[in-house]
Structure formats: C-alpha cells, structure tokens
C-alpha cells in the first residue's frame, strides 16, 4: 500500500486525528516564515502523546545548524525532510535518515538527483515555484516522473483528496505527502479531508 504522510501538523488533535484517519507518518514544519511552523516545545508534547507505529517528520528549509541542533536534541524525529538547498554533505552530515526535497520544473533531471543524494532514504518531489520552498499547493507534470528510479519517490505537491488517486495511479510513488490539501485553514487540517485523502491513495491497489 501507497504510504501517506500529513505534513504541516501544529497541534495535538490533528496529530491524533491523522493517526486515526491511518496516516503513516507526520510532518512538523520547523521553518518559521511557514504558517504551519511548529517550536520545539509543542512538538515535542505531540511526540510524546502519538501512538506507537507512526512515523515522525520534521520538515527543515536551510536551517541554521545550531537550530536545527536544538530541535534533534529535544524532539526524538524518526527522520528529517531537507526542503532548501542543503547538499548530500550537509544532509547527511547529521547522520540521521533524511529523504531529499526536489522541486520539480522543465529539465530536472531526477536520475541525477539520485545519484547526487545517494545516502537519502528517499527523493520527496515537489513543485517549483519562485521564491517560495514548499507546500504551494501547486502540482507538477506527474509524466515527468521516469519509471525505475534508484530511490524511493515520495510524491508531493498540490495532492488533495480529489486528485489523490490519479496522482498515485500515475506515478507508483512510495508514499505520498500532503499538507495544504486536507487543511480547513492555514495550519488547521481537516479530518474528513485527511480521511478522503487517503480513503483515495488506498483505493488504488499496487
Ligand atoms: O508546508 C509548508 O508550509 C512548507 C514550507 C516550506 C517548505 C515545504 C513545506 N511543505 C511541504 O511542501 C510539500 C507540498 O505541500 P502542499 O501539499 O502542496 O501544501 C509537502 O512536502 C509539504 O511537506
């Protein structure tokens, strides 16, 4: 079955309400310009009350290394999501799993990208868009995708319950990841939304 990750959790009743809609994993934005940014002390409450068998994300945009420090040593992430411009040095520098962050335009070359991220557990591709890093809430040409990729693909980018499906039937990712498209507001989600979302993502068998 396709893996479902909710990124942009802030608050203890999403996390809980996504853990029982069946998501495999949460993401925590740790990137204040986002409006889903989270500090360090209600993420790590959330990790603390989450129940066992879901996996804990936490989202850095070319974080200051002392920042992100700070978060390793007080949240126990189970791994980190690079969404800036970090090189495989400083990605895995940390020596934590880490999955890699691609924005997806005209001309990537995502083979490439592999190679070049060789250590990640997985490439996330999401959209490219000027001036901002992530969670637009804009897809991409899901065709751009090959088949046979070396890493795991974790597909983001303007994901939302009604596109879902088609999404995963298309492109066969590993998991998908999904913040902007199951929120009733900006850092708020939605639980049927959550629910559909991946009511969706399941109904398309492997
Ligand atoms: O969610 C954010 O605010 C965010 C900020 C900076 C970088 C990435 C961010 N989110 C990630 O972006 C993709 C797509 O999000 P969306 O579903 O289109 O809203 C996803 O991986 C989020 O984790």
């Not at 126990?76 to 924005?103: M, N, T, V």
Request: with cysteine; aromatic share 8%.
């Amino acid at each position: 079955m396709t893996r479902v990750k909710i990124c942009g959790i802030t608050n203890l009743e999403d996390a809980l309400a996504a853990c029982g809609a069946g998501a495999d994993a949460l993401g925590f934005v740790f990137y204040e310009p986002s409006p889903r940014n989270i500090d360090i002390q209600t993420a790590k409450s959330i990790l603390e009350q989450l129940p066992p068998f879901v996996s804990t994300v936490g989202l850095f945009v070319n974080a200051d290394p002392g920042f992100l420090r700070s978060v390793l040593e007080a949240v126990p992430l189970d791994l980190l999501q690079f969404h800036g411009d970090e090189s495989e040095a400083e990605c895995s520098a940390w020596g934590r799993p880490y999955i890699k962050a691609i924005r997806m335009k005209a001309g990537t070359d995502l083979a490439a990208q592999c190679q070049t991220y060789h250590s990640s557990r997985g490439i996330l591709l999401d959209t490219f868009v000027a001036g901002q890093p992530g969670g637009t809430g804009q897809t991409f040409n899901w065709q751009a995708v090959p088949k046979g990729l070396s890493k795991p693909i974790v597909l983001a980018g303007g994901l939302d319950p009604s596109n879902a499906a088609d999404a995963v039937r298309q492109v066969r990712p590993w998991a998908v990841d999904v913040s902007g498209g199951v929120e009733a507001a900006k850092g708020k989600k939605d639980n049927a939304l959550m629910q559909a979302f991946i009511t969706g993502v399941h109904s398309v068998s492997k």
